[in-house]
Each structure stands twice: as C-alpha cells, then as structure tokens.
C-alpha cells in the first residue's frame, strides 16, 4: 500500500542549531515533492518544491534533499529560530491534475 | 490583495443537518481543492476541480458534495451522510500551467458537531 512517513514525535531543538525533517514514502512514484509550514489553527503555507531529477534546493536558511532511490526527503533548516517553531508537512505531487497526498507532518519546537 | 478566503472560521452544526463552507479565490487559479484534516493527521483530500463546471471525488469524498459554478468559488457541503464531520477543512487552489505548482490554502474552517 502507499505510505508517506513523517516522524509523529515533535522534534526539539536548541535555537542556532540545524532541525532535520524526514519524510519516507513507500509505492509513489512522485514527479515532484514539496514542503509546507503549518501553524496551529491556520492553513498550510508553501515553502519549497523539488523536482525527481533535482538532488537538493535551497532557499535561505531552508535545504531540502530529495532521493528516490531511497524514497526519501530531508528538510533541513539551519541556525533555526524559535520562529521556526511549527508543523512541517512533506507532500508528493505525482503530476497527476496537480493533486498532493500529504504526510502527517512533524511538529518541531526550537528553544532558546 | 489577492489571496483564498474561507468563511465561516468556525462552524457549529446539529446532528442531521446539512452545511456549506465556502471557498472563494481571486488568484485566477483553476484549480482547487478540499481538504480535511483531523488532529495530529495529514490532510486528506475530499474533492477537486480542475475546471469550472467539472469535479473529481478524492481519498474521502462520502457525505461530501461540491459544485464549481465559477472559477472563483468552490463551495463544500458537508451532508447528513458524513458520519464523523468533525474536522479541519481546508480549501486550496493553484495554477495549472505547467506541473509541480504549489498550493495557496485558505485559513480553514472548523467544524464541530454538537
């Protein structure tokens, strides 16, 4: 069956250190991944998208690795902020009429 | 501004009666969806549109019904038929051209049932 994994448990990080997000996923064969941010109570907002031929894309302080041959995805955001504090959602894009399937997201906390 | 609005943010229904969330667009997109998320999940997808005047059903699209009689406005019903309505719903729309675009979401209503 098709399955996206995100880490369920919330992940905690000292403020200036680098969060590393996972998403794994299993039978997709996904043309294009993308990234969001979600707050409490609010809709998702995007962040970035990686192509199946792209190894890595950066923005800022955000990076994301995409390897399908593992099926995964790494999120990184570095010298993290506790402005970062959020749940981040790992989404396939398989091209198909632009639909999405969405993983559970991971909550992450940065303190100070 | 252009941007995806949803209303009403929070929505109270009784058992057995039917209600509408709306969602209205002024991005010029084409496309849209409804989403629902439940606590500590992902979002499952209810419905699409790709067109004005056409829909497809997504994951989870029982007791739901939609209509696209715009290109702005995508409106949810969730039916007495839906028999655990109590979620997050989330509109979204994005551009068709070309693939790989992202999705601009709305603020989500709330709905509980009492």
């Known amino acids: 069956s098709q399955k996206i994994e995100q880490n369920s448990e919330a992940l905690n990080i000292q403020e200036g250190k680098t969060a590393t997000l996972t998403c794994n996923y299993t039978n997709y064969s996904p043309a294009y991944l993308q990234w969001y941010r979600q707050d409490p109570g609010r809709g998702p907002v995007f962040l970035l998208l990686?192509?199946?031929?792209?190894k890595e894309k950066r923005k800022e302080r955000l990076k994301v690795t995409f390897d399908t041959t593992l099926k995964q995805s790494l999120f990184h955001i570095t010298a993290s902020q506790p402005a970062d504090s959020a749940t981040y959602l790992c989404?396939?894009?398989?091209?198909?009429?632009?639909?999405?399937?969405f993983g559970t997201g991971t909550r992450l906390q940065v303190t100070l | 501004d252009g941007g995806i609005t949803q209303s009403p943010k929070y929505l109270f229904r009784k058992e057995g009666q039917n209600v509408t969330l709306s969602c209205e667009q002024n991005l010029n997109h084409d496309a849209m969806y409804w989403y629902r998320q439940d606590p500590g999940q992902g979002l499952r997808l209810i419905y699409y549109s790709q067109i004005v005047n056409d829909f497809q059903k997504g994951d989870i699209a029982e007791g739901y019904s939609v209509s696209r009689e715009k290109k702005e406005s995508f409106p949810l019903t969730v039916t007495s038929a839906q028999k655990n309505p109590t979620a997050f719903y989330l509109c979204?729309?994005?551009?068709?051209?070309?693939?790989?675009?992202?999705?601009?979401f709305g603020p989500g209503t709330r709905l509980t049932v009492l």
């Open positions: 989404a396939l894009d398989t091209g198909t009429a632009s639909k999405l399937t």
């Open positions: 979204a729309s994005t551009t068709q051209r070309g693939a790989g675009n992202e999705q601009f």
């Open positions: 990686i192509r199946e031929n792209e």
